[in-house]
């Protein structure tokens, strides 16, 4: 559907709690915001849901055309994505799902939303169905309350390890199903690889952000006001190149994960671990004194200051 056809529908969804009217009265409508593939922008659509269990399930439907949407060649290229449900917002992962888990959840879907049986007799491609998957650390990990930088950053390295260690047990499945099963016809479940694709990508975007963030604006904010922890932060910065020099390899590799070696892929992937694991160990052991300091969410900036900073 066209922007100006969907940009109502979102000012109305945002400005009453989730709810529309129109058409869309009493359905439930969420609204996914995806980077765009080629542009990097952002891009939101609001879109029907079924639920299964904790999962939202959304389908690609396009009413039936023979081209998937925008958004899903979006959501493939960056899982990562930003799911508003009612007034609760919140990042997932986008995980298509193939095999017989599609046809399973297809049908849980047209058992509640018949019209997108229709929709599949419309057209000759099969209609993804796509599981958002909430992101974000498990019950009991990491700080209870996030009270200071030491708490977020703790949050963060949290996700990234359980993320990575999510990574590795689909890895081990993935290529255990291959084994099991050698020959043309692949794995039972060959959505398998494309789950593990999505995963894995969407931990290096995350893991590339956060470095990124920590490059432009933590580390120099650091060394200004801390220039006792400079040689530290000189040493994160080093390993953060070398990690990303990891993900560039693995990335590659996802490109034919369907296909892909199994011993190099788990090569790469152990270096990941192994690289990751000493440098967020290093991080937390000589940042996390200094960062204990600094509350969280920083405090605004005083009017006096900001006054005196732009007069």
């Excluded at 018949?114 to 974000?136: C, F, K």
């Excluded at 794995?187 to 470095?211: D, T, V």
């Excluded at 604006?217 to 910065?237: E, I, K």
């Amino acid at each position: 559907m066209p922007a100006s056809f969907n940009q109502p529908i979102i000012e109305e969804f945002r400005a009453n709690g989730g709810k529309v009217g129109g058409p869309f009265e009493g359905g439930d409508l969420l609204l996914l915001t995806t980077t765009g593939a080629k542009s990097g922008t952002e891009h939101t659509v609001p879109l029907g849901y079924v639920r299964d269990g904790d999962l939202l399930l959304v389908v690609a439907s396009a009413a039936g055309a023979p081209r998937h949407p925008a958004w899903y060649h979006n959501l493939l290229a960056h899982p990562m994505v930003r799911v508003e449900v009612g007034t609760e917002v919140f990042e997932a992962i986008a995980v298509p799902a193939e095999g017989a888990r599609r046809e399973r959840l297809f049908e849980h879907v047209v058992r509640t939303a018949p019209g997108y049986a229709d929709y599949q007799t419309r057209t000759t491609r099969t209609l993804p169905v796509v599981a958002l998957e909430r992101s974000e650390p498990e019950p009991g990990e990491g700080p209870r309350e996030v009270a200071n930088f030491a708490d977020k950053l703790m949050e963060i390295h949290t996700w990234l390890r359980s993320q990575l260690q999510h990574v590795r047990a689909e890895a081990d499945a993935h290529f255990a199903a291959r084994a099991a099963h050698p020959g043309p016809g692949g794995p039972p479940e060959p959505g398998l690889g494309l789950q593990l694709r999505q995963h894995c990508l969407a931990f290096c975007e995350s893991l590339k952000f956060h470095h990124t963030s920590e490059d432009a604006h933590v580390f120099p904010a650091l060394a200004d006001h801390h220039p006792h922890l400079r040689d530290a932060l000189d040493r994160l910065r080093d390993e953060h190149r070398t990690v990303a020099r990891i993900q560039d390899e693995l990335l590659a590799l996802l490109t034919g994960v369907g296909t892909a070696d199994p011993w190099r892929f788990r090569t790469e992937l152990d270096r990941m671990s192994e690289e990751l694991r000493a440098h967020l160990d290093y991080e937390e052991e000589s940042l996390l004194p200094v960062l204990a300091e600094i509350p969280w969410p920083p405090a605004p900036p005083r009017a006096g200051r900001a006054e005196s900073s732009t007069g």
